[in-house]
């Protein structure tokens, strides 16, 4: 199984930018894809970006696309999002996720979830 921990969120102003991390630890052999997910309050828990451990291979919400990077660090088993010119909207709890089990872009397509992180983007 595969252990996954967020970090990187806080309070920031609109304009700003933040960098999210996802550590994976375990049997980090098994990660095939891992993605990030983000909820508010009373809201669906919406797909933001994903990527492909091995080849690098990147899917990202048309909203988000312009201002959001996923990448990741193979060597050091960890995922990244990138958060650029963050507004109000972007205000949730971040998510990473892995262990696809169907859908690339649908929570129920994973099954290993982090914590996540808190982002709230005042103005």
């Known amino acids: 199984q595969v252990h996954l921990v967020e970090s990187g969120g806080g309070s920031v102003q609109a304009g700003d930018s933040l960098r999210l991390s996802c550590a994976a630890s375990g049997d980090t052999f098994l990660l095939g894809r891992v993605a990030w997910f983000r909820q508010a309050p009373g809201k669906w828990r919406d797909f933001v970006a994903a990527i492909r451990w091995n080849s690098g291979n990147t899917y990202y919400a048309d909203s988000m696309k312009s201002r959001f990077t996923v990448s990741r660090d193979k060597a050091e088993n960890t995922a990244y999002l990138q958060m650029n010119n963050l507004n109000t909207e972007d205000t949730a709890i971040y998510y990473c996720?892995?262990?696809?089990?169907?859908?690339?872009?649908?929570?129920?397509?994973?099954?290993?979830w982090g914590q996540g992180t808190q982002v709230t983007v005042f103005s």
């Open positions: 996720a892995t262990d696809p089990g169907g859908s690339l872009r649908s929570p129920d397509g994973y099954n290993s």
